[in-house]
């Protein structure tokens, strides 16, 4: 679960909270597009893959919002 990616958001981490099961956040850059952002290039990886259009256009709009705030995107990735 991560600023970028809500997949565990609708089943996992209900599933956790109803077990008392703590979780741990370990990537929450999702391996360097929340860390470089949208155009970050080849390097900016989406779980160890070239992110595809959306997860970019996502990022992008991500991004204009930590900017008009003036908070780095990287900050607001490890606070959520």
């Known amino acids: 679960h991560t600023l970028l990616d809500?997949?565990?958001l609708p089943a996992l981490l209900p599933e956790c909270a109803a077990r008392g099961v703590r979780v741990a956040l370990g990537g929450v850059f999702n391996s360097g597009l929340l860390a470089l952002g949208a155009r970050g290039g080849a390097?900016?990886?989406f779980d160890y893959a070239a992110p595809a259009a959306e997860?970019?256009?996502r990022t992008a709009r991500i991004e204009a919002v930590c900017a008009a705030h003036g908070v780095p995107l990287r900050a607001?990735?490890?606070q959520y």
């Open 76 to 78: 607001a990735a490890l």
């Open 55 to 57: 997860r970019l256009a």
């Open 43 to 45: 390097a900016a990886r």
């Open 6 to 8: 809500h997949s565990a």
